[in-house]
């Protein structure tokens, strides 16, 4: 009984193992095939060369117009600090920051002084200089003075007119006004301030026209020039429209990068200085296709492209990205004329045979 029963373990042992390890020899012979490898292969081969069906569409090169997009910032077109030349308390009320200045306003008025005395004097004393150089002059006609005595005489003259224009020019100074039309950013010089040489009265700035200013890396500057349209979103949403105006022939020694700006009309100065902006600027036109970006895949090499029909056999085309759309996808690297597979690319292989059927609609 012992005998039978291991006998019996054993036999169930063998069979478990053929059932569960040689399942598929166990098929094999069941189908009265030699091998379960032998059977396998035939079958395994029609299944890879059946062709697998897909969906292609045919793409015909277009030109499409490159953009360089960058970060940058709007700036002012002029800001300027107005500065006094000379010494003098103000005398003038100030004018609040935001308000709207005029070429020639008075922003702020000085004391005059003693100054205008001084003007006074120095006329009285060119009209002594005039009547000794009148009598020099005629006296030295007539041989009764020197030619020395006139000349000395001229020179004082000159000298007195020249006291004359200067003691005008500092009254002129005490008049400080507003170089170009433009909005105060800061309130002018307090009522019974002291201003010196060199004092700031206000800052001023001009936001008509208003520049876009970005920074290009070295790479891609070649690509610009003078003219070029540009358009920009500011963070707020608000797009602009305008030109580069100016491109930098030197480049930042850190970043190695070159300003450039774009000149944006700006009449009713909404648009304020140093706002962030994305700015995009349109380069020369070049020929691409446009796709559906599912399109896209990988070969095994991890090359970014896509899989197109040649003759009812699958070839992957690499392809470089231009720019992306809410459409699709701008590619170059295609013949002028493609058939692109836009559905099912991704089951199939290099050189796999496939059954086209094409999409009717193109992008």
């Excluded at 004359?164 to 507003?178: H, M, P």
């Excluded at 992957?316 to 459409?327: A, M, N, Q, Y």
Aim: proline share 5%; aromatic share 4%.
């Amino acid at each position: 009984m012992r005998f039978s029963s291991i006998l019996t373990a054993l036999l169930v042992a063998v069979a478990l193992y053929f059932v569960i390890m040689e399942r598929d020899a166990l098929k094999a012979l069941a189908n009265g095939a030699p091998g379960g490898d032998a059977a396998a292969t035939p079958a395994q081969a029609t299944a890879e060369d059946a062709p697998v069906t897909v969906v292609a569409l045919r793409s015909e090169a277009r030109t499409v117009q490159r953009m360089l997009s960058l970060s940058g910032a709007t700036e002012a077109a002029r800001k300027v600090e107005v500065r006094s030349e000379t010494t003098g308390l103000i005398v003038s009320e100030p004018i609040r920051k935001g308000s709207r200045i005029e070429t020639g306003q008075v922003l702020c008025q000085l004391d005059p002084g003693t100054r205008e005395a001084s003007l006074a004097e120095a006329r009285a004393r060119l009209r002594e200089a005039e009547v000794n150089f009148n009598a020099a002059t005629r006296l030295a006609e007539r041989g009764f003075s020197s030619e020395t005595d006139a000349v000395s005489k001229q020179a004082a003259l000159e000298s007195a007119q020249a006291m004359v224009d200067q003691a005008e020019k500092e009254i002129e100074r005490l008049t400080i006004t507003a170089p170009f039309d433009g909005l105060l950013e800061t309130d002018t010089a307090e009522l019974g301030s002291l201003l010196q040489p060199g004092s700031a009265c206000a800052t001023l700035i001009s936001l008509d026209p208003i520049r876009l200013v970005a920074f290009v890396p070295e790479q891609d500057i070649e690509r610009l020039s003078p003219g070029s349209e540009a358009g920009a979103r500011l963070i707020s949403g608000q797009e602009l429209r305008g030109e580069v105006s100016f491109i930098s022939r030197s480049a930042d020694p850190l970043t190695r990068t070159f300003r450039i700006e774009v000149e944006v009309p700006n009449p009713d100065r909404a648009i304020r200085d140093g706002v962030s902006a994305e700015i995009l600027i349109a380069l020369d036109g070049e020929k691409g296709h446009l796709l559906p970006q599912s399109a896209l895949t990988l070969d095994d090499d991890g090359r970014l492209g896509v899989r197109v029909n040649r003759d009812g056999t699958a070839r992957f085309v690499p392809v470089t990205l231009i720019r992306d759309e809410r459409e699709g996808v701008w590619v170059q690297g295609l013949p002028d004329t493609a058939e692109v597979i836009v559905t099912g690319q991704d089951f199939i292989r290099d050189g796999s045979p496939i059954r086209v059927t094409y999409r009717e609609e193109a992008l």
